[in-house]
């Protein structure tokens, strides 16, 4: 059972920034970020193909949003700037994609327990 764990998260001013980090047990080629809002839908954010470095974002996130690898550590980061109040929620790690878009939550097999992100204005 591949286990994810994610850190990073906590409570910033808008503008602010946050670094997040999701540290795989085995080497996952395929992982990716999501967010749930509170009262929303799980989206998704950035995702990477480790073998290659290629990363997918959401249109609304490029820019703002970096997401990067540490093979060596089995673990991806996603880096944030220019945080908004909008951004706050629960973010997900998730790895192996079996179905599905690239950053469609219902595709991927494993599911950290997630870190809280809270921007205030």
């Known amino acids: 059972q591949v286990q994810l764990v994610e850190s990073g998260g906590g409570s910033v001013q808008a503008g602010g920034t946050l670094r997040l980090s999701c540290a795989a047990s085995?080497?996952?080629?395929?992982m990716a970020w999501f967010r749930q809002a509170p009262g929303k839908e799980r989206e998704g954010l950035a995702a990477?193909?480790?073998?290659?470095?290629?990363?997918y974002y959401t249109d609304s996130m490029k820019g703002r949003f970096t997401i990067s690898q540490d093979n060596a550590k089995n673990t991806v980061h996603l880096q944030m700037n220019s945080l908004e109040p909008e951004d706050t929620g629960m973010y997900y790690c998730?790895?192996?994609?079996?179905?599905?878009?690239?950053?469609?939550?219902?595709?991927?097999?494993?599911w950290g327990q997630g870190t809280q992100v809270t921007v205030s204005s």
């Open positions: 085995t080497y996952m080629d395929r």
């Open positions: 998730a790895a192996e994609r079996t179905l599905g878009g690239v950053l469609s939550p219902n595709g991927y097999k494993y």
């Open positions: 990477i193909q480790t073998d290659l470095g290629i990363a």
